[in-house]
Structures are given as structure tokens and as C-alpha cells.
């Protein structure tokens, strides 16, 4: 399992911006924001950007979405 440590890893192993934010059901004006915020993603899109790394045998710190305790 690949381990991803930033926001812009996880953009690219989920293939790209327009992909993240189809799969995520954002306006991709607004996904363009996130790998600059510290808290990169939005914490309601964990659970589907999780699955979608888990299919491409990937896994991402859950920090990058603000979610603390599942480290």
C-alpha cells in the first residue's frame, strides 16, 4: 500500500484536479484551492476520496482532512 503524504500526491494518484472534483461532486474552482490549504480537503469528502485511494492501493494521512484520532 502506497502511502501519500501531501495533498498534491493525492490529487495525482486520484488522476488529476477535474477527476478529484467529479468524484467529490465539487465546482473544480473549488478543488483548485485545496492542496494549498493546511487542512487540504474538505472533511466531508473523506469517506469517497478514502475509498477511491484504497481501490488504487493507496492510503493518505487523515490529517489532510482534518480528521484527528484516525492516524
Excluded: C, Q, S
Excluded at 28 to 41: D, E, S
Aim: a positive charge; glycine letters at 8%; charged letters at 25%.
Amino acid at each position: 500500500m502506497r502511502k501519500l503524504k501531501t495533498a498534491k500526491a493525492v490529487v495525482a494518484h486520484l488522476g488529476g484536479l477535474p477527476k478529484v472534483a467529479t468524484l467529490t461532486d465539487t465546482n473544480i474552482n473549488t478543488a483548485k484551492n485545496w492542496p494549498g490549504r493546511k487542512k487540504a480537503f474538505p472533511a466531508a469528502t473523506y469517506v469517497v476520496m478514502h475509498r477511491a485511494l484504497r481501490r488504487r492501493r493507496a492510503t493518505a494521512n487523515p490529517l489532510l482532512w482534518g480528521m484527528r484520532g484516525l492516524e
